[in-house]
């Protein structure tokens, strides 16, 4: 069952970014000569019109094929791709990652009607009276008498609206910041009181066995009171992921994290097998709760991902079409082409770097 729910994960978020592409594609009146889902042998096929709809062995992919993306003697069919125009060009590939969004909201409301969200509201502020209550001793024993949020007049009900200049709208992300900025630098916050007044203030964290921490608590998860609301939280939740996806990708880029920590598609199925079977010591809707919630954090960070501007993604694709606009005039398909190989291919070497990764990780660390 595990297995099925992980491949449904990777078929969801795949499927709805194809059909993003797909639909943006008829809609500008481009022939599709295949729909596919998944890569490698065919498994399945059917035609419909002049489109061939197939199911391939490999589940970790798929793709949108239209006229003249293969072949150069239909580039001249009025229908194919690059007979349209710049603009309808843009919107085909535009709207794979646009889909993936979309659908990470949609799973957002799912999930947040059943589960709340996380406001960046402070539950409790750690003081020394916590020092002498048994249920928090152990947790505020690492900050040794010092409690950086207390010293910075801090207050339990204060909702957080900036850290270091940057918006925020969850609990988590205050958490993440300290993780990827957390070198005992001050920290400059903006809050705000249960009575709505604004202030500003700076609070220096201290180095407990854990990391570098402030000293504060979450007020835990609220449900939505209204659908206002409801849409509002799950716009933060894709919102949240979005922001994590491009603060991971910051990291990498900058090599604050080793290639240990790095998982692909096999360390990802492993914690998703992992958190399956957790939820299901609970009952089948955390399952199900659970398995959305893998669905919105990969999809939004597909759709980041994909957007990026190296050829063979949809981002790299985009880039050609933004120098065709502005230079006005089309990139050579045959440069196209072989700039287009090149990425697709340091992208696979790239892929199976990150497989072996996950297979030492997985089964042999």
């Known amino acids: 069952m595990n297995i099925i729910l992980i491949i449904l994960v990777f078929g969801v978020i795949i499927f709805f970014h194809e059909l993003g592409h797909f639909i943006v594609a008829k809609m500008n009146h481009i022939t599709v000569k295949e729909f596919s889902m998944g890569l490698g042998p065919k498994l399945f096929s059917f035609k419909k019109k002049e489109t061939q709809y197939s199911l391939r062995l490999i589940p970790l992919g798929g793709y949108c094929m239209m006229l003249s993306e293969d072949e150069e003697e239909n580039e001249n069919d009025e229908n194919s791709f690059d007979k349209k125009s710049i603009w309808a060009r843009m919107a085909v590939v535009l709207a794979g990652p646009f889909m993936n969004i979309v659908i990470a909201f949609i799973f957002s409301v799912i999930l947040i009607h059943f589960c709340g969200t996380d406001p960046a ?13 048994s249920e928090y001793a152990d947790v505020v024993k690492d900050f040794g008498g010092v409690y950086p949020a207390q010293e910075a007049g801090i207050e339990d009900g204060d909702t957080v609206l900036k850290i270091g200049g940057s918006s925020i709208k969850n609990f988590r992300e205050l958490q993440i910041y300290l993780e990827i900025y957390g070198d005992g630098s001050p920290i400059d916050l903006e809050l705000q009181r249960k009575d709505g007044t604004v202030y500003d203030t700076t609070v220096y964290p201290v180095k407990t066995s854990s990391g570098y921490k402030v000293g504060i608590m979450s007020c ?5 009171e209204n659908f206002g609301e409801l849409m509002k939280y799950s716009a933060y939740e894709v919102r949240y992921w979005v922001k994590a996806t491009f603060l991971s990708l ?15 598609p096999v360390g990802v199925a492993k914690s998703m097998n992992d958190t399956f079977k957790e939820a299901a010591k609970v009952d089948l809707l955390t399952v199900l709760l659970n398995w959305m919630n893998y669905i919105v954090l990969l999809s939004a960070n597909l759709g980041i991902m994909n957007m990026l501007p190296i050829p063979g993604l949809d981002g790299g694709r985009f880039l050609f079409l933004l120098i065709e606009l502005i230079t006005r005039r089309k990139v050579p398909k045959e440069k196209e082409n072989i700039v287009t190989v090149i990425g697709f291919v340091l992208v696979m070497i790239l892929m199976v770097v990150i497989l072996f990764n996950d297979i030492k990780n997985v089964f042999f660390s």
């Open 220 to 224: 835990g998860y609220v449900l939505p």
């Open 121 to 133: 509201t402070i539950g409790q502020v750690y003081d020394q009276e916590m020092a002498q209550d």
């Open 250 to 264: 910051k990291l990498i880029v900058t090599r604050q994290v080793s290639s240990d920590e790095v998982s692909g």
